[in-house]
């Protein structure tokens, strides 16, 4: 059975930093691309970050330069280091695996608030 599970959000300052991490089980974690996502009030949820088996990432344009995914294999877990936080970051962040055409492929785990106010 194949389980995702986010935590590590919270309620920060603009400017602050966040470390989500996902914890995932019920798959070959190694073998796969891994991806984060966030869905905001309204919105539709939308790609973040991915990476690769062979740790290529790639970034959303809105958070280039301040986001970084990363994954541990060994504990198959996937990271989300968010720097530099503002307001519009505010959402629901959700991990998922990524399949060759770039869509998610399993059901979504609960997700992590992430909440970026003064």
């Known amino acids: 059975q194949v389980r995702l599970v986010e935590s590590g959000g919270g309620l920060v300052q603009p400017g602050g930093s966040l470390r989500l991490s996902c914890a995932a089980s019920?798959?070959?974690?190694?073998?796969?691309?891994m991806a984060w996502y966030r869905q905001a009030p309204g919105m539709q949820r939308e790609l973040v970050a991915q990476?690769?088996?062979?740790?290529?990432?790639d970034y959303a344009d809105s958070v280039k330069g301040r986001f970084t995914i990363s994954r541990d294999n060994a504990k198959n877990t996937v990271y989300l280091q968010m720097d530099n936080l503002k307001p519009e970051d505010t959402a629901v962040y959700y991990c998922?695996?990524?399949?060759?055409?770039?869509?998610?492929?399993?059901?979504w785990g609960q997700g992590t608030q992430v909440t970026v106010s003064s």
């Open positions: 990476i690769t088996l062979g740790r290529l990432t």
């Open positions: 998922n695996r990524r399949d060759s055409s770039g869509n998610p492929i399993y059901s």
């Open positions: 019920g798959f070959a974690f190694r073998l796969t691309t």
